[in-house]
């Protein structure tokens, strides 16, 4: 069991450095293109890159059981948001790993005539609803974490006077309280460095299914900006591991 859990450690790692790599050839071939680059040099680097991405893919066989395996243990966490949100997430991520790998056999020719991008839009919709479970954890972690904040401060009679009687107007009262919710939402962030990259890493990937589904449409420089970005935070908390958001 060691050994496995060792070499899926090192899969999982070759295949963000993979994923770093394919991004940022789409970031290069983007920019080349603008620059006025030869077509032959970007046609070159759009075929790393899919060379890159059909890595990634052989990568990920078999991690749909690993994602299930997740979700069997999120489903007895004791916070009812939280099992939710993760245990979902994980389902879905299980769902897009199959597609993933159904698409792989399409790409390496095991399965002919297979509708590619049938399957392609079918995985990046199962990735899409990952992250967004994803995201609602992350914004229920920061709300708990900004609760316990204020509740302690109170406790020591440093709370803001922010709901006393103010001769101010409405909106200056308004815009005090968002200036210290924003105060307040920095320095939880600040202090818990593995809800902070999750958050980055999560906002900066759901970008990536949203244009491919055509829901946000950007261009391939802002999908691989945001790719490899995450990538680079992903590949942080694997050489840190305590920056790893948990559970």
């Known amino acids: 069991m060691e050994s496995w859990v060792r070499f899926s450690a090192q899969s999982q790692a070759k295949e963000r450095v993979y994923r770093a790599a394919q991004y940022a050839c789409t970031l290069l071939g983007y920019t080349l293109q603008k620059n006025g680059a030869s077509p032959d040099f970007i046609a070159r680097i759009k075929q790393l890159e899919a060379h890159l991405s059909l ?10 059981a690993d994602a299930l395996e997740a979700a069997k243990r999120a489903i007895h966490l004791s916070d009812m948001v939280l099992r939710f949100c993760i245990t979902v997430s994980h389902l879905n991520r299980a769902m897009y790993f199959a597609c993933d790998n159904i698409l792989w056999a399409g790409k ?52 803001d006077n922010s709901s006393a009687p103010r001769k101010d107007g409405k909106v200056q009262q308004l815009a005090l309280r968002l200036k210290l919710q924003l105060r307040l939402l920095a320095h939880v962030l600040r202090n818990n460095p593995p809800l902070l990259l999750d958050v980055l890493k999560n906002a900066c990937d759901i970008f990536i299914p949203l244009d491919r589904l055509g829901l946000y449409k950007t261009n391939p420089g802002f999908v691989g900006l945001c790719g490899l970005t995450s990538s680079v935070l992903s590949i942080l908390t694997i050489v840190h591991p305590w920056l790893k958001l948990k559970p």
């Open 108 to 159: 390496s020719g095991l399965i002919p005539h297979m509708d590619q991008e049938k399957w392609s839009q079918r995985s990046f919709r199962y990735y899409l609803f990952a992250l967004i479970m994803n995201l609602s954890r992350d914004a229920y972690e920061i709300r708990l974490l900004m609760e316990r904040e204020l509740n302690g401060k109170c406790q020591r009679g440093g709370g």
């Open 55 to 64: 890595g990634r893919k052989l990568f990920r066989l078999g991690n749909s």
